[in-house]
């Protein structure tokens, strides 16, 4: 097993990006939580990667969030000439994503409890498969933290409002069931079809358009929270942007050629 607190690999134009510290159950230090954001920037202009897919080591942890002990005996770095890729966000903002402006998709493969960072690292994922093991909490708050990294942010956009607040003031665990239920998990599967299935779920994105997929991940991000209206006048305006691109053209051909629809495989141009 690698050394390395992140380990970044592609595999068929899936990217695999692993948390490596089980003797921590995942945890994350500074190191760790820099050496993510490097493999965001890494993957968001990996011309060879189109999803990716985040997952923990071992079957006990996906990550049980961020390494209290560092904080309270202070961080220490392995490079100090490290710099963040935008200025005035913190490690464990980038960490999950915020500000990076990744338009592909990103899988959560919750391989088991996610608790505080972990939990924001978990929602700020575009989809989330989990297991049985699969445990979720707003930890923090018991420490006397907030809910941070965008858990009490994007809470109540993911699950009903009072379950949201539930999570989030009182920092109690939900089992798999739970979580599944009220819509942080998209499905459960066994620990052992876990890899698999995202496989399975990023090769159906795979096969769209990847300017398509990767658009109407950004309307949908910029879209939530807008009226109705403000929301349709943008849709109409990312359908534009997406009639101009050559998947619009690739698929609509390959649709009217085809001598059967349910045979239809655009050969979509990645580029």
């Not at 945890?27 to 011309?47: G, M, N, P, V, Y």
């Not at 990744?102 to 989330?128: H, M, S, T, W, Y």
């Not at 698999?196 to 949908?220: H, S």
Request: charge should be negative.
């Amino acid at each position: 097993m690698t050394d390395e607190l992140v380990i970044y690999e592609v595999k068929d134009r899936i990217a695999h990006i692993t948390i490596n510290r089980p003797e921590k159950r995942n945890s994350f230090t500074e190191d760790t939580r820099r050496q993510l954001i490097d493999h965001w920037i890494t993957f968001k202009h990996d011309a060879e990667a189109d999803v990716a897919i985040l997952t923990g080591t071992g079957d006990i942890a996906w990550s049980a969030g961020s390494d209290l002990k560092e904080i309270g005996t202070g961080i220490t770095v392995s490079n100090p000439d490290w710099k963040p890729p935008i200025e005035g966000v913190s490690t464990i903002g980038l960490a999950c994503m915020s500000g990076l402006d990744i338009e592909k998709p990103i899988i959560g493969a919750i391989n088991g409890v996610a608790l505080g960072f972990g939990f924001a690292l978990a929602l700020a994922c575009d989809i989330r498969i989990g297991t049985p093991n699969s445990r979720f909490a707003c930890t923090e708050v018991k420490f006397g933290h907030m809910a941070g990294g965008g858990q009490a942010t994007l809470l109540p956009s993911t699950v009903p409002f009072g379950w949201a607040m539930e999570l989030a003031l009182t920092g109690d665990q939900i089992d798999a069931q739970t979580a599944d239920k009220i819509g942080i998990l998209n499905r459960i599967v066994e620990p052992d079809q876990l890899i698999d299935e995202c496989v399975a779920l990023a090769n159906r994105m795979i096969e769209c358009g990847p300017t398509v997929v990767r658009q109407t991940k950004r309307f949908m991000y910029r879209a939530m929270g807008q009226s109705y209206l403000d929301s349709m006048e943008l849709e109409g305006i990312f359908y534009q942007r997406i009639q101009s691109s050559k998947d619009y053209d690739i698929g609509t051909q390959a649709f009217v050629n085809a001598p059967n629809i349910k045979k239809v495989r655009p050969d979509f141009i990645r580029e």
